[in-house]
């Protein structure tokens, strides 16, 4: 799946990758709603809030849900390192000497007609503490993953719906 996207070959053991879910609409409502940043919190479970022109190399302000700690939230900051509009949105984090966590997150759609399409994500932890952010953070990271992908199915589906409805 998505083999020309020319994605890095990610490590195995220190990479998180969510479900594949089918969606029920265009492709390009899916980019739509993974790019419109400032209406995240009103459907995304995990990132609740976040800001960014999505321009190579331009900040992505997250606000994410604590999947650690309920009700906690953690800020998190990445940047945008590969865009292909309606296929592929992709941000990381650069390796640090004050920070050592480098990773990189991949939300991929693939249009399977006019009016379908797939998607889903992956986050890969490079370096030397790859393996032990994986151990640590692997199970929850999966689960929110899985949540924003499903919460974008219906949120996609449902603006999908409400236009055929209204044409």
Sequence with gaps: MADDLNLPDYPEDSTVRSDVVTI????SVVWEVLTDMPNYGAWN???????STLELGAPVKMTLANYTMPGETALNVEY???KIPERLISWELQDDP???YPARRDQIIEALGPDRCRYWSTDAFFGPNGIH?????????????????RALKARAEAIHAERRAAA
Excluded: H, K, L, Y
């Design 24 to 27: 029920d609409a265009p492709a």
């Design 45 to 51: 479970p995990f990132c609740i809030a976040a800001e």
């Design 80 to 82: 945008v390192c590969a």
């Design 98 to 100: 004050a920070w050592p």
């Design 133 to 149: 952010v994986m151990r640590f953070c692997g199970p929850w990271v999966t689960r929110a993953f899985n949540d924003t992908a």
